[in-house]
């Protein structure tokens, strides 16, 4: 059976660069879009509160006023990525997204809502000042709990990754593609892994100018607490079916990455006021 195995890995065709591409455009769609969602889901909340006046930016948000259910509203931007993500995972688990880029965009829009939110919970735990850090001295929390609800955010981190690698494997268009172990850890790094690499650089465009380290440090954070475990543990999902990636166009991932960095940086960033 190996020997069979390792016959029919050998005889995959040559390798579509393509499918990286679209893979490295989408992941940027998913974050920029998943931290839109963030940012919008934290000034909305505010717009609609008496006496604060937010204002949305391309990379942050800031408001006008003192209420004090402003700080339990820092933490509606992570809630919202969250549920989108939850959403999105729901979406790929009924089999929706039947075209490659519709796959594509699900899987990482799942991913980034999850790796954007989570990592959150345990800075709150440790830092007053963050987002999640004021919500949860709003809501009175100890230190106990916030260590607790650390522990269980970072813990959820690795499973979720990992399930993620099951639809990732399934857009391989031949069997061949992930017929051994070697194969398939091959792919996920053609498909996930130097995409995201690639990717969190392209980011780097939507998030300035700001300081370089919130520039860089949320995008590098999700790139690496999960696409690390997909890599690690792709040789482990031998029986996943190759359901093809009905390859999608370039182009239209481009043209969607360029439109929503002109959104960013030409409408976004001189700052739209919620008042």
């Not at 959820?156 to 639809?167: F, K, N």
């Not at 690690?232 to 029986?239: E, L, P, S, Y």
């Not at 190759?242 to 001189?270: D, I, T, W």
């Amino acid at each position: 059976m190996h020997a069979r195995r390792a016959r029919s890995a050998a005889a995959a065709p040559p390798w579509d660069w393509k499918l990286t591409i679209r893979s490295t455009l989408l992941y940027v769609l998913a974050f920029n879009l998943t931290f839109f969602i963030q940012e919008l889901f934290l000034v909305l909340p505010k717009a609609f509160t008496p006496g604060l006046r937010p204002t949305l930016f391309h990379n942050n948000h800031q408001w006008e006023g003192t209420h004090p259910l402003a700080s339990l509203f820092q933490g509606t931007g992570a809630l919202a990525t969250v549920l989108t993500s939850a959403g999105c995972l729901w979406w790929l688990k009924r089999g929706s997204g039947t075209s490659g880029n519709a796959r594509l965009l699900l899987i990482w829009m799942a991913y980034c809502g999850i790796f954007m939110a989570l990592p959150q919970v345990a800075i709150g735990a440790i830092s007053a000042s963050s987002d999640l850090g004021m919500a949860m001295t709003y809501l009175q929390l100890g230190n106990t709990t916030r260590l607790v609800a650390a522990m269980v955010a970072l813990a959820a981190l690795p499973p979720i990754a990992l399930w993620l690698t099951g639809p990732l494997l399934a857009l391989a268009d031949s069997p061949d593609r992930i017929a051994t172990p070697g194969a398939r850890t091959r792919f996920v790094f053609l498909v996930a892994t130097l995409p995201v690499l690639l990717g969190t650089v392209l980011i780097i465009p939507f998030r300035v100018p700001r300081e370089w380290i919130e520039v860089v440090l949320l995008p590098a954070w999700v790139a690496v607490l999960g696409v690390t475990w997909m890599q690690a543990g792709a040789w482990r999902f031998d029986g996943v079916r190759a359901s093809g990636n009905r390859a999608g166009s370039v182009a239209k991932p481009l043209a969607a990455v360029l439109l929503l960095l002109f959104v960013f940086q030409c409408v976004l960033r001189p700052g739209i006021a919620f008042h």
